[in-house]
């Protein structure tokens, strides 16, 4: 299942909508959201639609059977992860790179930097670089600590194509620069774990206005998603809706008025436009 966010382009203002992306279109599903249990304050950790999706997946695919597709150049498509806990955005992780998995270690990203492919990345330090990052990016679907590789891929909800942007460093931290908003864009859908039993299996195009960025296969990731995912429980709890940026291979600039297209087989195709961020300093 291809499970995505939108809104209407005609529909200025409106709620998003809750979809599953399909060859034909898109079927709003959204109703389905109203059987969600109630929520009340102190909120549980984690994405409160991903926490019940196992529950929630009979009524999806239900509804997604009955209701007229609405075509994918009508929708501005947002991220599929509405409320994620943590970006944890792995470092170094390819084979070229040379860093073994336990030397490696983690970065993070705010997660108020999340957006979808109509959002595009905005930039708002205009005088300094920002660079991209195309990587996949794994979604935890269930609660887990200390979880071996081989248990990792079960607490997997799926898997989106994603643009780990970031400003180029010069006396702030990684953390600091990766966080800007639109600078964690993730879409154009998450596909369902059922559908990928071997992400390591996957791999990427990247182009900017057309131009090969950069192919990669995701075997050549130093940790592979099963271990990223083991290696980040064993110092911290994973809640659904976290996401786990695999590491980037291939990094370089970009300015205002570039387009950033990441294409994962199986996954699906994401078109991202650079502009000047109106909260620009």
């Given amino acids: 299942m291809r499970l995505c966010r939108f809104t209407l382009k005609t ?5 998003p909508r809750l979809g599953v992306m399909g060859e034909d279109g898109i079927r709003d599903v959204t109703t389905v959201a109203d059987s969600l249990p109630p929520l009340r304050w102190p909120l549980p950790q984690g994405d409160h639609f991903f926490a019940h999706f196992a529950e929630l997946r009979p009524q999806i695919q239900a509804l997604a059977a009955t209701v007229t597709p609405i075509a994918r150049e009508r929708v ?4 599929p992860v509405a409320n994620p806990g943590k970006f944890i955005c792995g470092v170094g992780n390819w084979k070229h790179h040379g860093a073994p998995l336990g030397m490696m270690g983690f970065l993070f990203k705010m997660t108020s930097a999340a957006a979808g ?15 991209h990052e195309p990587e996949l990016a794994i979604v935890i679907g269930r609660q887990c600590t200390n979880v071996t590789e081989a248990e990792a891929l079960d607490h997997v909800a799926g898997y989106t194509c994603a643009l780990d942007m970031t400003m180029k460093e010069e006396k702030e931290f990684y953390s600091f620069c990766k966080s800007f908003d639109t600078y964690g ?8 774990a059922d ?3 071997d992400p390591s299996a996957l791999g990427y195009a990247f182009r900017v206005n057309g131009e090969l960025r950069g192919t990669r296969k995701f075997a050549d990731l130093t940790g592979s998603p099963a271990q990223l995912v083991a290696f980040a429980s064993s110092a911290m709890t994973l809640y659904p809706g976290d996401v786990i940026f695999s590491g980037a291979a291939d990094v370089g600039p970009v300015v205002p008025g570039d387009v950033m297209t990441i294409e994962i087989p199986g996954i699906g195709r994401m078109d991202v436009a650079v502009t000047v961020s109106p909260d620009a300093r």
């Fill in 117 to 131: 492919e109509s959002d595009g990345v905005r930039i708002r330090w205009t005088d300094r670089t920002t660079l």
């Fill in 11 to 15: 529909d200025a203002g409106q709620q």
């Fill in 76 to 79: 501005n498509l947002l991220s």
């Fill in 185 to 192: 864009t993730l879409g154009p859908c998450l596909v369902t």
């Fill in 195 to 197: 559908e990928i039993p």
